[in-house]
């Protein structure tokens, strides 16, 4: 599975980005979907978490309200609607899908990343 994130940029606070996760490769292998970041310093983990085939999802408390994960299977794409977002959102987003469950935060659980893609925020 390969996977290639896109839709980052730098926007002021209170605005929206869509990321973008677009999968390809042997996309049934995969029965987790998530976003995770990686800020300055120590700041990392998990954002929110979709698994399949029946999506449920799963966020961060920081960002529960504002961002919405969703999956278009048609298009073997993942999306990270991020809304009224915050200078402390400011961070590389990264896309990630697992063949193996588990706690949908626990970066371990997962095989395939995407490069990342980078959310800028200023207030």
């Known amino acids: 599975v390969q996977l290639k994130e896109s839709g980052g940029g730098s926007v002021q606070a209170g605005e929206s980005l869509r990321l973008s996760c677009a999968t390809s490769?042997?996309?049934?292998?995969?029965?987790?979907m998530a976003w995770f970041l990686r800020g300055t310093g120590k700041r990392r983990g998990g954002v929110a978490g979709i698994s399949l085939p029946k999506p449920s999802t799963y966020y961060t408390d920081s960002v529960k309200g504002r961002f919405t994960i969703s999956i278009d299977s048609a298009k073997n794409t993942v999306y990270l609607q991020m809304d009224n977002l915050k200078p402390e959102d400011t961070a590389m987003y990264y896309c990630a899908a697992s063949r193996n469950g588990g706690s949908w935060s626990f970066a371990a659980f997962y095989n395939y990343w995407g490069q990342g893609t980078q959310v800028t925020v200023s207030s």
């Open positions: 490769g042997d996309n049934n292998s995969a029965n987790q």
